[in-house]
């Protein structure tokens, strides 16, 4: 199981911590990934981790904004935003998958999927 949670309202140029908490697995054994989708638009990569090397991928939308990084002791994943648009308003999801190491942000690839937690970017 995966529990998102950090999710919240935040005047743009703000920032927020997302965490994806693991349950039932570890987190060393699986790449993590953060997904968003904004109503009426699809479900699209945010940035995934490989949580037994450190290495990081990260979709051009975000680049330079948004940071991974995990916790393993705590078998959690963390995604740092900072500098929040109005674009970047979604329900934000941690999946899992144990079959990616090309390490490609495609949401086919991940099998375990939480329930997401909404972010809300005010102008």
């Known amino acids: 199981q995966l529990q998102a949670s950090g999710g919240g309202l935040v005047q743009a140029g703000g920032s927020l911590r997302l965490s994806c908490t693991a349950s039932?697995?570890?987190?060393?054994?699986?790449?993590i990934g953060w997904f968003r989708q904004a109503p009426g638009k699809e479900r699209e990569g945010v940035s995934l981790?490989?949580?037994?090397?450190?290495?990081?991928r990260y979709g051009d939308a975000v680049k330079g904004r948004f940071t991974i990084s995990s916790d393993n002791a705590k078998n959690t994943v963390y995604l740092q935003m900072d500098s929040l648009k109005p674009e970047d308003a979604a329900r934000y999801y941690c999946?899992?998958?144990?079959?990616?190491?090309?390490?490609?942000?495609?949401?086919?690839?991940?099998?375990?999927w939480g329930q997401g937690t909404q972010v809300t970017v005010s102008s």
């Open positions: 981790i490989s949580s037994d090397d450190g290495q990081t």
């Open positions: 999946a899992a998958t144990a079959r990616n190491p090309m390490l490609v942000l495609y949401l086919g690839l991940f099998d375990i």
């Open positions: 039932g697995f570890s987190i060393d054994d699986y790449v």
